[in-house]
């Protein structure tokens, strides 16, 4: 028979009966439930209700037991039941990276009696020098040269031949690094050693506080959704203080240095021209960029729509998904000057397509490689940064530059995204408001454009309070000079 037991001042245990066991043996289905959001005199009825929905639940055989569930079991049946259906390929992607850390050190807790000094353990083990089990392999010089070319391969060989995608041996021949796996299959398949091919990379150590914040979250994100399936009444994560991550003022250019950057890119390839002029003057994100396609593009009125996002999660192709949120798909205006770079790239790529005929692949994106496929996103981002650093050389080795000047001439090396930043902080300086500025960059919340760009609003704020001050000093001059 179903029963309720009083436990304590808002807690009630219910107890289903479910046959016997081969040795005739009743079993027992259990679970406590809390009903301190519920009138004292209401609570009872509630009981009852949440009873004979228990009693459902188990004669459907969908009730869980935390109890003798295992954090790492719940963890699958989270992955299987929520994450898989729900989460974008790239973020599901990451979360299982940090799964397998998770349930290696936590996986065999029963879900119930995980406790907060559990998670402070894993965070603080973390921590530790030699926790890093992600290692990556960079290629060595010469890489392309000892795969393709002295062997007499085509990417297509050696992509069927190890089991690789097309991007991951385009990454490589970028000098990109890949996973010890990845470095793995390409080996065996040439039937070399891996010290042949490759180089350890990496940092050796324990993990950063943001990665470690980011398994925290994780960590909060699933024992919720335990909470929610009503398999433990409070999640331990709730009594754990977030490990603290210090936010890292934003890397960008100054004005000064963005329009050297442009006047230097005058002297590049049309398309790589292109891609950075987009990225400082429009501000998206590198997948946004990556994705956009003519479609987007309305000369006449000079916008340009983002409404999605190439992606890249290794060993799979790119992929073209929904934009990082809703407010993520946005217009964005243009300059005159930046419409008509892109007609003169337009008819630079048509007259690439002419040339390739039957050979180019329509797929009607702006950026792609030579035979009209879908570019990868890394190529930008290594383009970007061998730009800065093939500039920063040819500044060194100019016998022209004074040794004391050259300095002036040099560019931080920073990574594609501070091209977006760029694009922020310039606007902030310029005194366009924040609300401006976050629906251009396609922030879900103003507060993140604010969060990200405090130190730079800081100095705007700054700025107002001088000319306010001028302004009424001013006047209060004036008006002593009319008494006089």
């Known amino acids: 028979m179903p029963d309720i037991e009083k436990r304590g001042e808002n807690s009630y245990r219910l107890t289903v009966s479910c046959g016997h066991d081969n ?38 055989g969908t009730f869980l037991d935390g109890g003798k569930l295992s954090f790492g079991e719940f963890i699958d049946r989270w ?20 799964i397998r850390r998770i349930k290696t050190a936590l996986g065999h807790i029963k879900l119930n009696k995980l406790q907060p000094n559990h998670l402070v353990g894993f965070y603080n083990n973390l921590r530790e ?10 290629p060595k010089e010469g890489f392309a040269d000892e795969l393709l070319g002295s062997r007499g391969l085509t990417i297509d060989d050696l992509k069927d031949r190890a089991g690789v995608s097309a991007q991951t041996i385009a990454k490589l021949k970028l000098g990109e690094t890949v996973s010890q796996a990845t470095a793995a299959k390409i080996c065996k398949a ?38 929610q399936w009503q398999l433990i009444l409070i999640s331990p994560a709730a009594r754990v203080k977030a490990p603290k991550v210090d936010r890292k003022e934003a890397k960008h250019f100054s004005i000064e240095q963005t329009e050297y950057i442009l006047e230097l890119l005058e002297d590049e390839p049309l398309k790589y021209r292109t891609m950075l002029t987009l990225a400082i003057y429009g501000g998206m994100r590198l997948g946004e960029l990556a994705a956009l396609q003519w479609s987007d593009i309305d000369t006449e009125k000079g916008t340009l729509k983002i409404n999605k996002a190439l992606q890249y999660i290794p060993g799979e192709e790119t992929f073209v998904k929904n934009t990082k949120n809703k407010s993520s798909d946005r217009p964005v205006s243009l300059p005159g000057s930046v419409i008509a770079l892109l007609r003169e790239y337009k008819l630079w790529q048509n007259a ?52 004391d000047k050259k300095e002036a001439y040099l560019l931080p090396e920073n990574n594609f995204h501070s091209m977006r930043h760029t694009s922020a902080s310039i606007l902030i300086n310029q005194g366009v408001d924040t609300i401006t500025v976050s629906k251009r960059l396609g922030h879900a919340r103003t507060s993140t454009t604010t969060d990200i760009y405090a130190h730079l609003l800081k100095d705007s704020d700054q700025a107002a309070a001088d000319k306010l001050e001028n302004v009424l000093t001013k006047k209060k001059k004036g008006k002593e000079r009319e008494a006089e």
């Open 23 to 60: 040795t005739g043996k009743q079993i027992r289905k259990r679970k406590t439930i809390n009903l301190a959001h519920i009138k004292p005199e209401k609570q009872m009825d509630e009981a009852t209700k949440q009873l004979h929905l228990f009693q459902a639940e188990v004669e459907r």
């Open 79 to 98: 992955l299987a039941d929520y994450a898989e259906p729900t989460l974008a390929p790239k973020t599901l992607y990451e979360y299982k990276g940090n």
């Open 129 to 138: 020098d030699g926790i890093r089990l992600d290692k990556t392999y960079a």
């Open 190 to 227: 040439l039937n070399l050693q891996e010290q042949t091919l490759f180089d350890i990379a990496g940092k050796p150590g324990g993990l950063s506080e943001r990665s470690i914040l980011h398994h925290h979250r994780l960590i909060s994100s699933i024992l919720t959704c335990a909470v």
């Open 352 to 403: 690439k397509k002419a040339q390739m005929g039957n050979l180019w692949h329509e797929e009607g994106f702006l950026f792609t490689t030579f035979d009209g496929r879908r570019i990868y996103p890394g190529t930008i981002s290594k383009w970007s940064l061998n730009f800065l650093r093939r500039h920063n050389e040819a500044v060194m080795n100019d016998e022209t530059i004074p040794e």
